[in-house]
């Protein structure tokens, strides 16, 4: 008889007090009804005009400190400026308001001590109150007061107000919670953000034969094969069995490109001299933008290339022009299939690269990241254990990653997220990780973010239109057997739009019809794969703050079945 798991790795079901998440339409009422609301302070610092100098020179080098009880937050400052300009928000979480009095302290940045210009204070119980879908308060100039109250030159920009996450400002704004974080770098890359995957396609490139090849030496039957390289990826065809200057191939070599396309196709003809010893008879380079894209299986046009061949003179490479070797090649972009980046248990999108080939979308994921519970310690900071953590959600080409929540082993994200979905059978990905990047000094990118653990939900096991709210284990495999790193607790609703076009999709194949019209072979499905995870993770890790490339890999199941 099976025993059944542990309790603490069982699925369980939880009832909050949360927004009711009505909807009208396709559309919901507002944003952030779907997750608790929490309330925030906010401070707008615009800019000043007319400041004091306090140097010597009569100028000053001003900033902005921002102080809440024990909270305080600072703008950058600026090298002898009266009218500085700064535009950065401030927001100050009321579970952790001590206070009840906001002081706005203008200084001027001096190597010894900074000096006081003047500061603005106000009254929490006066602060007026924003709820969604209000758009942001308007900035008003406040006049700076002296340590005893009075009006002195100078004035404030500012705007201040109570609001909820679902505020516009809340994405941008320096968090109190993150006060330890230093460096703005560091400060991007604890915020909430949107990636988008880039659209991959595969480039199929069909070598057919090459014509006067000119070998250095003509007294043997040359062993000519082709390389292509594409960025990372290199493949090679067989050598040609016609061993001649007119060598035959017609051989297909299939690679995984992203737009935009960055790299050309660079192609050159080799000849085996010897073991270990390939001449170069010949190269082009060839930018996929002009390269046919193909929706199906029809053939499209061959072409005539010609290839360059360099010789050196004078220790310099120069191409020889009095050259007639051409390479004959049919290369397209292929629209039909799916590229598949993701493990094909738990694929998120089925949809073909081309767009034209779409059906329409069949309704909307809510997902609401709500908090965790009893997460395991990740690192040591003040000889006690802590974790910073954040979330990473991915379904279909977007990404999601939440804020991070810094020095807590409970953390609440509270945060809302929607896709479009377009197969009822998909899968989402919730990963949890430990943000090691948070003083911003590592350059080299030795330092990784932890995973703490996934949870996956797959859509058709969820009823259309029903509210769903689980508190997930996070299991993780170690050697020495599955452990239990904490619980995600989420919020999750499958809102069908055409309950028609679903019944339609669930009689469909999985994948796109050219994956059965004219598969793949299973030998090259694998690098294919590989491929096209690494150009995800390169593309994301290059954005700005990046979604670095152990987190895509991890949520993508790269070397899981090692």
Known sequence: MRRPPPEGFVLKETNPHLGGGKITGEKLISTYDFVEQLQYLYVRVVKAKDLPGKDVTGSCDPYVEVKLGNYKGTTRHFEKKTNPEWNQVFAFSKDHIQSSVLEVTVKDKDLAKDDFIGRVWFDLNEIPKLVPPDSSLAPQWYRLEDKKGDKIKGELLLAVWMGTQADEAFPEAWHSDAEAVSGIDSLANIRSKVYLSPKLWYLRVNVIEAQDLQPTDKGRYPEVFVKVILG??????????????????????????????????????????????????????????YVDRRLDHRPVNSRWFNLEKHVVVEGEKKKEIKFASRIHMRICLEGGYHVLDESTDYSSDLRPTAKELWKPSIGVLELGILNAQGLMPMKTKNSRGTTDAYCVAKYGQKWVRTRTIIDSLMPKWNEQYTWEVFDPCTVITIGVFDNCHLHGGDKSGAAKDSRIGKVRIRLSTLETNRV????????????????????????????????????????????????????LPVSQLGSLSHQATQIVSMRLSRAEPPLRKEVVEYMLDVGSHI
């Open 468 to 519: 769903y709210t689980h508190s997930y284990p996070l299991l993780v495999l170690h050697p020495n057997g599955v452990k239990k790193m904490g619980e995600l607790h989420l919020r999750v609703r499958f809102t069908c739009s055409s309950f028609l076009s679903m019944m339609h999709m669930y009689s469909q194949p999985l994948l796109p019809k050219m994956h059965y019209l004219h598969p």
């Open 232 to 289: 990372n990826q290199a493949l090679r065809s067989r050598i040609s069995p016609s061993r001649s200057i007119n060598p035959m191939w017609n051989e297909d070599l299939m690679f995984v490109a992203a737009e935009p396309f960055e790299e050309p196709l660079i192609l050159s003809v080799e000849d085996r001299v010897a073991p270990n010893n390939d001449e170069v008879l010949g190269k082009c380079a060839i930018p996929l933008q």
